[in-house]
């Protein structure tokens, strides 16, 4: 097969050669170079490449070109190469062009001239921008296969779990595609159990539960040792951070995550408010680049591997695993999240998985494509769930219980939302039944202010409607509020006393928890503003605790 292309396009025959040569040293032995002079000759060879089914992965453009600017060569050549990347190269008075094309072609990253060195300047972006690249994109080659039906819910869960790790796979649907049926019905003669899963070294997993799928795949490794300085539990955003500082800081640090790391976030569409990230990034991909840089410091990340109990012995933590094993460590931090919230209606345990989704399911989203999907929730995440639906689906309808979305979303998503043809907001809205046999047909919903009830067509259901803390783990362990979130610090404090059987001469730290050396970050906290910058946060602060409360032990 034919290596990726990198595309440069340049008016200036000496700039032109230069950013091509610093491309060839970095870049030739995965993609070809390819230079263009101006915007009409490279999209003349864009043409030839898409004619013979050559991926291009990265545009680096010139803004000022005669004839064409680099805006409007991206603005075309993504017609073509919708998923390349795009970086704008820019002079100090192209700072505004290039802002606005941030917003009008998703343009990733603009560069000011000149970037020497460029590898402190120039090779970093387009790393990061490939790497995406390579992680969506998936590789023509005979890969992971998973052969199911639209409407199963074990599939979905397969499938949920490949994506959400990032490992490339072949969706075919036994429904629609007969050799694939054929292909099932030959590997499990007289039964059909779905999915069923092909290795590419020739293993056949007839539905696998994910451990077993995790292991067959190479995602699941023992622990490398019985006793760590840190161990987190929860690979969310918190629990990432915590990985990243604790590892970077000396700390033995093992991050248990009983399903794919991110968390809530990590089932976002896209994150458009994290600082850095100016055209926005999805939860997937900053979980990548988290678990990347953490397993580079040093860290240890066991999944999918569940939790199921927790000890405390002298002032050791032990953790009893899903397997049976035991692991020992001085600290610990609780970052284990919060869980999707449901809609408790009949009809929706029937058809979760099968066309009712919590989240995203980014993995679902193409097998509605030309369908009525409805989203419910009024948050941030249920508006970018909406939009990422709106590039496939043909209508979105977003239900929410209030008067509209301005008093839970940001206004930049309720601007996209508005600007976004097929999609319709419907207030005072609240699901109370769910109609169909093995998938959804259709849904009766409630106005909220008049009470009348009305039945409409639906292909699929999305819900965005909060979450519930992920802390039964530490029930009758540790001291939670009313709702079950974990209290920490000054909340542990009433009437000027410590937590009761608190053993120490000293208040517990901000993010400690009621036991000492257990610590609590991100969404599983009482009290904390629910967002990935703030969990973030949360996580790089409890591991500064974690030292303080090691120095004393």
Known sequence: MAKPVIMTVDDEPQVLNAVARDLQSRYREDYRVVKAGSGHEALEAIAEFERRGTPIALFVVDQRMPGMSGTEFLTEAITHYPDAKRVLLTAYADTDAAITSINKIDLDYYLLKPWDPPEERFFPVLNDLLEDWQANTPP????????????????????????RSQIPYQWLDIERNEGARVLVEATQPGST????????DGTVLSCPDLHELAERIGLRAPPQAPFYDLIVIGAGPAGLAAAVYGASEGLRTAVIEREVPGGQAGTSSRIENYLGFPHGISGADLARRAVTQAKRLGAEILNPQA?????????YKIITLDDGGELRSRAVVLSTGVEARTLGIPGEERLSGASVYYGAAASEAVSYSGCDVVVVGGANSAGQGAMFLSRYAEHVTILVRGDSLAKSMSQYLIDQIEATRNITVRPHAQVTELEGEDRLTSMTVRDTVSGAEETFPADAMFIFIGAVPGSDLVRGLLELDDHGFVLTGPDLIRDGRRPRGWPLQRDPYLLETSIPGVFAAGDVRHDVMRRVASAVGQGALAVSLVHQYLETV
């Open 140 to 163: 023509v080659y005979e890969g992971i296969r998973v052969a199911g039906a639209l409407w199963s819910p074990t599939t979905h869960a397969v499938k949920d779990f490949l994506a």
């Open 193 to 200: 159990r779905l999915p069923v899963v092909f290795l590419p």
């Open 307 to 315: 939790v199921t109990g927790i000890r405390v012995e002298d002032s």
